[in-house]
């Protein structure tokens, strides 16, 4: 009964801290759009936008177009399906957590941000956007959360599961890739600073959620089948 009761509160563990974060980030939003705006350093945020929508040049536009398309629901779904596959396709031995990591990260940080963005209404920069404006709302980045979920939880993996001083310089740069995405998105005029820093906080938070509950526990370079075939022995003792 304990062991029954104990594992219960594991598997409702990440439900009520998804819950946790999906309040939290609503709360940081209506704080944006109704406490804040105006205000310190959102303030200068029109300013922000304002400086990218002058500055705007051919170069820029390519290189910012190709950012957001990284970070489109598209582009994200692909990579992540190839990812999951490879992750269970390992010649060594499938890693079903690190792949559960991955794919429910990806699916939590969406469903998270959807949930957000019923509650929270916020405008797009009043600037001329150079994407089309999606019916929700600017708050969180959409873009940057997808993109902390799938590269950020690419460099965990990298850092938690690989060897070698090559995993540093991977990681670094799958980390760089929102905070890449996050300035294209501004630069396109489709999110305020304080968005970008909203999809940052929900995607991390995504990952540290999932990350503590699958992740955890797991030894590295061990994967499902193993650990259950050196389980079974010990069942018979």
Known sequence: MTTENGGSARLLRPVWLVAAQTTSMVLLGLWVTHVAVGRGPLAFEDRWSEAFAAHRSP??????????????TQAVVGVTLVCVAALLVLPSAPRWAEAV??????AVQSAVFLVVTFFVERPRPDVLPLDGAPPTSSFPSGHVGASVALYGGLAVLVLARTHGPWRYLTASVLLLVPAAVGLSRVY????????VLGGLLNGAATLLVLGSAVLAGVPRGTSHTSRTSRAAPAAHR
């Open 188 to 195: 396109r005029g489709m999110h305020h600073p304080s968005d």
């Open 59 to 72: 170069v820029g536009n390519a290189l910012t177009a190709g950012l957001s398309l990284l970070a489109g």
């Open 101 to 106: 990591f991955l794919g429910a990260s990806v």
